[in-house]
T-cell receptor, first 112, second 113 residues
Framework: DSGVTQTPKHLITATGQRVTLRCSPR?????VYWYQQSLDQGLQFLIQ???????AKGNILERFSAQQFPDLHSELNLSSLELGDSALYFC???????????FGNGTRLTVT | DAKTTQPPSMDCAEGRAANLPCNHS???????VYWYRQIHSQGPQYIIH???NNETNEMASLIITEDRKSSTLILPHATLRDTAVYYC??????????????FGSGTQLTVLP
């Protein structure tokens, strides 16, 4: 168990809809990272937050947004969903000392 | 971050050592070598990391060449549960706000009974 919790585990929704994925980092970790993994694709970095502030952006679409709250949990919001957004979405966290990232078990999003 | 090169796939017999190579010839002096693995559709799992010295933990050993241009991850006694995609990643690790990991294609390790 990595200590990173992601909810929900599975999500099925229709095109055009909006969903919110939630991540609780390991206790004490200040950084949260979001990754997307489409079917048979590699892990693509989306965005990083550190102690509530956006720190780095990767290949994140404008339809997607994220935030990190004062209690350090994070949410990834996906809107105007398309079939191609179907993927596994992983959250990871790390502490302030540059430790390795630890990943949750992901949310599997299916857009129909 | 420096780019890494790994073989796309490897097989290993159960109970034998699995040696997974990684080339990172453009690594900088402040970049660490990290190894992660991903068992089918699960979240990537951290295995080990190192800067220039060899490292060992309960999961694996990491051997880094003296010039730091390549490394080998060793799973001493592979089991069927070690079948996974293994990622070698080079990354600067700075306190305060560690940078994200950039995943390549990795090596699909299949442990055979």
């Amino acid at each position: 168990d990595s200590g990173v919790t992601q909810t929900p585990k599975h999500l099925i929704t229709a095109t055009g809809q909006r969903v919110t994925l939630r991540c609780s980092p390991r206790s004490g970790d200040l950084s949260v990272y979001w990754y997307q993994q489409s079917l048979d694709q590699g892990l693509q970095f989306l965005i990083q937050y550190y102690n509530g502030e956006e720190r780095a952006k990767g290949n994140i679409l404008e339809r997607f947004s994220a935030q990190q709250f004062p209690d350090l949990h994070s949410e990834l919001n996906l809107s105007s969903l398309e079939l191609g957004d179907s993927a596994l979405y992983f959250c990871a966290s790390s502490d302030r000392f540059g430790s390795p990232l630890h990943f949750g078990n992901g949310t599997r999003l299916t857009v129909t | 971050d420096a780019k890494t090169t790994q073989p796309p796939s490897m097989d290993c017999a159960e109970g034998r050592a699995a040696n997974l190579p990684c080339n990172h010839s453009t690594i900088s002096g402040n970049e660490y070598v990290y190894w992660y693995r991903q068992i089918h559709s699960q979240g990537p799992q951290y295995i080990i990391h190192g800067l220039k010295n060899n490292e060992t933990n309960e999961m694996a050993s990491l051997i880094i060449t003296e010039d730091r241009k390549s490394s080998t991850l060793i799973l001493p006694h592979a089991t069927l549960r070690d079948t996974a995609v293994y990622y070698c990643i080079v990354r600067v690790a700075l306190p305060g706000s560690a940078r994200q990991l950039t995943f390549g294609s990795g090596t699909q390790l299949t442990v055979l009974p």
